[in-house]
């Protein structure tokens, strides 16, 4: 599943926002791939985008590792220290239509 993502630091103030592309999303974080990395240990905002939601769904998010490889792909991975509950219903149900959407008809 693969869905468009746009963040930017976690401080006041911050506007500037990059893009990417959500890999292996779920409950307890993503891998985002990017041309733009993130310090290791910063903390984001993530707003996740689907064709399921009107708004893009807003994720605090902490950066737990970076892969700048030349062979890999470029990313980094997040995990969500404090999802609510209601954040975290909204985003099983995200994940889930992704998923559905994604499915190929038999």
Do not use: C
């Not at 307890?28 to 399921?52: D, K, M, N, Q």
């Not at 939601?53 to 807003?58: F, H, I, R, S």
């Amino acid at each position: 599943m693969t869905l468009h993502v746009r963040f930017r630091r976690d401080e006041d103030g911050a506007t500037l926002e990059h893009v990417g592309l959500t890999h292996d999303l779920g409950l307890g974080g993503a891998f985002i791939t990017t041309e733009t990395l993130p310090e290791v240990g910063s903390r984001i905002v993530l707003l996740v985008s689907s064709a399921s939601t009107w708004d893009p769904m807003e994720l605090r998010a902490e950066v737990r590792w970076v892969s700048d490889a030349a062979d890999g792909e470029r990313g980094f991975g997040v995990r969500f220290p404090a999802l609510s509950g209601q954040q975290a219903s909204a985003l099983y149900d995200l994940v889930n239509a992704a998923r559905f959407a994604e499915t190929p008809p038999k």
